[in-house]
């Protein structure tokens, strides 16, 4: 069953420490349960001016039309690889992508106590995710790099959401959009925080944020949404379930630490590898629009069960049959330790040499990075 929430039962937005002077009261509109008081305007369900997608089937709304056209984006980058004035070699750049993370969390307003079972995370283990990130990416070429925001106030790297009542807290369950009513709950989480996009800096679109939700519906465990232009949208970003954050890639049922390498991947316009089927080749116009990645089946199961019952039961990867007609034992071994796959974390290390090409085209056309010659310190 999914839930909704009043997100106007959000009182506070704190910075990086639960001190800190710059703590202010929700303001009215987002008191949706206050009479009189009218929500904000939403963007309309479904969109109409920027395709969504997020990691579930019923969030993949790209319209036929807006899809052509990000196909006719992507296979327009193709062999064009983009340097700055004065860097002499296409890999030896590097892009670093701002990071602000927004913690929601529960606190009981006479202890004011902060747990992780109640969604707390430490500026400390905030770092450790954004560390993790930067492990995950240190092999692509050109380089992206992450690095949480320095800022204070509304640039700060990290910013608290608090709920000081324990039952609005247990209700805030976010479900990827598959409908007007979800799509307003995710906008709002948004504009808590950051305010509507004709409010939001010049740079909106090389921000990444990151929202940590209580929960998510159906198993869901994060989503994101693609660029589809350079023009900015509301719900930009990365949502995940808090209780994934920290878990370790040992827990196999689990699929941190690198489930926000995944969701950056969409960021920075990555689709799964298993986009299409195996009816689909991966060419510039079809499947995951990326040639290096081979077909693969659209259920997520066989490989993440294969990658499961190897890690679990020493299950021979050699004796693997590839799901697809005509695939390689070698193609599916590939897919399995894939990013963008749906593979388990300790199967998953690596992007293609395609997937790389393809983030930072996409970094430099839809999301506009000016990147540096050589490596950053």
């Given amino acids: 069953m999914r839930f ?85 070699v296409y890999a030896d750049q590097t892009i670093t992508i701002p990071v602000f993370v927004v913690v929601h969390y529960y606190s009981n307003p006479i202890s004011n106590d902060k747990t992780r079972a109640h969604g707390y995370l430490s500026p400390a283990q905030v770092q450790a995710m954004i560390d993790q990130m930067n492990k995950d990416w240190s092999a692509s070429k050109p380089r992206v790099r992450f690095a949480l925001s320095t800022g204070t106030g509304a640039n700060a790297g990290i910013r608290y959401v608090v709920f000081r009542k324990i039952a609005d807290w247990n209700n805030f369950i976010v479900a990827p959009p598959s409908n ?109 629009m990326v040639t290096d990645t081979p077909r693969w089946d659209l259920s997520s199961n066989f490989y993440s069960n294969a990658c499961y019952y190897y890690k679990q039961y020493g299950y021979d990867f050699n004796k693997i049959v590839n799901p697809c007609p005509g695939g390689t034992k070698a193609q599916a071994i590939a897919n399995i330790a894939n990013y963008m796959s749906y593979s388990l974390a300790e199967c998953t290390t690596k992007f293609t040499t395609g997937q790389q090409k393809r983030a930072w085209a996409a970094a430099i056309n839809f999301r506009k990075f000016v990147p540096v010659c050589g490596a950053v310190a």
């Fill in 4 to 88: 909704s929430f009043i997100l106007g039962l959000l009182p506070v937005v704190l910075g990086a420490a639960a001190t800190s002077p710059d703590t202010t009261e929700a303001p009215p509109s987002l008191n949706f349960g206050q009479t009189g008081v009218a929500p904000p305007t939403k963007p309309t369900f479904p969109p109409t001016t920027h395709p969504y997608h997020g990691d579930s089937p019923s969030s993949n709304l790209w319209t036929p039309a807006q899809k052509a056209s990000f196909q006719q984006a992507v296979a327009s980058w193709d062999g064009k690889e983009v340097t700055t004035k004065g860097c002499a």
């Fill in 180 to 288: 007007q009513a979800e799509l307003d709950v995710v906008t709002t989480i948004a504009e808590n925080v950051r305010g509507p996009v004709s409010s939001r800096p010049s740079s909106q679109m090389r921000q990444l944020f990151i929202y940590t939700v209580k929960a998510m519906p159906d198993s869901t465990i994060a989503f994101a949404f693609l660029p589809s232009s350079s023009s900015p949208f509301s719900v930009d970003g990365i949502y995940i379930s808090q209780e994934y954050l920290l878990k370790p890639a040992s827990d196999l049922a689990y699929h941190y630490p690198h489930t926000l390498t995944h969701e950056a991947g969409h960021w920075l316009t990555l689709e799964h590898t298993f986009e299409g089927g195996c009816d689909a080749p991966n060419t510039l116009t079809g499947g995951d």
